[in-house]
């Protein structure tokens, strides 16, 4: 079996850097984001190696070079990284200036070091499209929430003039139609697809999970919803508990790192709202919780875990969800 071969690729909007192992320390060398600039990249790779390239999740660039890299060179396994994490490696190592060539070196050191989990390969981009909708549906809601405070303001100002008023009931207007348009296309997104409505399906039957909160997670989580254990699940929620002790003195109350991705909290947060007056399980846990002195807080928090591994239990299973087996 051949050794892994890492390439690190730091990637900016029209270009990106890669790096990698030569017997002189690193060779590293720009390339532009393109089909052209692709297959020099190709050339440019070691030949009768087994490579894997890693690359930040930073910005949506890294999709096009993925995107691009299918065409060219769709046998490379990539694997996508946390920033923060190399962040922290980076601060922890001997670099002291921050370069392109530099940020490739580093994260091909990482991916050396910690051996990243790689993509899976998909050809579907049902997930992706699914992803960009709902996504922009949040930021609408943002945008409509804002606007709605300026109208309320703006109202209760008796100096307000008439065509302040009128523009932002018009544009609050728009937005509410955009938003209704945008979750809509979603909806229809997930429809098109017999895996991902099956999903929708097996998540719907759980008490608490609406069809928002279905198409949220599905495309947050992708494929990884029912591969990856409920630890995994729960820390790419920033649902995981940290704690910090040290000796006898020092010591903080545990919390939830919040490391992870907001859209899923917040998600799970109305969801568990719900959940706890009519899901007989979660409202069975969160009673018992807060019968034994926890805070309703980090009660609701525990069953925000509940209804997420919930979740996992009835895609890993393929059965909708049963009360009487959980």
Not at 173 to 194: G, M, N, R, T, V
């Amino acid at each position: 079996m051949k050794a892994v071969t890492w390439i690190g690729v730091d990637i900016a909007k029209e270009s990106f850097v890669a790096a990698q192992r030569d017997p002189e320390g690193f060779q590293t060398e720009q390339f532009p984001v393109s089909p052209k600039g692709l297959k020099a990249f190709g050339k440019w790779l070691p030949q009768e190696l087994q490579l894997q390239i890693v690359l930040e999740a930073t910005g949506p660039y890294w999709c096009a070079f993925i995107h691009e890299l299918r065409r060219v060179a769709p046998e490379i396994p990539v694997a996508v990284v946390n920033p923060r994490r190399v962040r922290d490696f980076a601060k922890a190592s001997s670099h002291t200036s921050k370069t392109d060539p530099l940020d490739a070196q580093v994260l091909l050191h990482f991916a050396e070091t910690f051996e990243p989990r790689l993509m899976e390969p998909s050809g579907d981009r049902a997930d992706r499209q699914l992803r960009a909708l709902t996504r922009h549906a949040l930021q609408i809601t943002e945008q409509r929430d804002e606007v709605r405070n300026q109208q309320e303001k703006a109202a209760a100002d008796p100096d307000t003039p008439k065509f302040v008023l009128r523009s932002l009931q018009g544009h609050l207007k728009h937005l509410e139609h955009s938003l209704k348009q945008c979750w809509s296309q979603a909806q229809q997104c997930l429809d098109q697809d017999p895996q991902l409505k099956e999903s929708s399906r097996l998540l719907l039957s759980i008490p608490g999970i609406g069809q928002k909160t279905a198409l949220i997670l599905i495309s947050e989580y992708g494929t990884g919803l029912c591969q990856v254990g409920p630890k995994q699940l729960t820390r790419y929620a920033g649902l995981d508990i940290v704690f910090f002790q040290s000796g006898t003195s020092v010591y903080r109350l545990p919390h939830i790192s919040k490391q992870g991705n907001w859209r899923i909290r917040r998600a799970l947060y109305m969801a568990a709202l719900s959940a706890i007056r009519h899901n007989p399980v979660v409202r069975a846990y969160y009673l018992k919780l807060v019968a034994k002195g926890k805070a309703k807080k980090s009660a609701l928090i525990a069953a925000m875990r509940k209804l997420l591994h919930q979740c996992y239990g009835v895609l890993k299973n393929q059965t909708p969800f049963d009360p009487i087996y959980a």
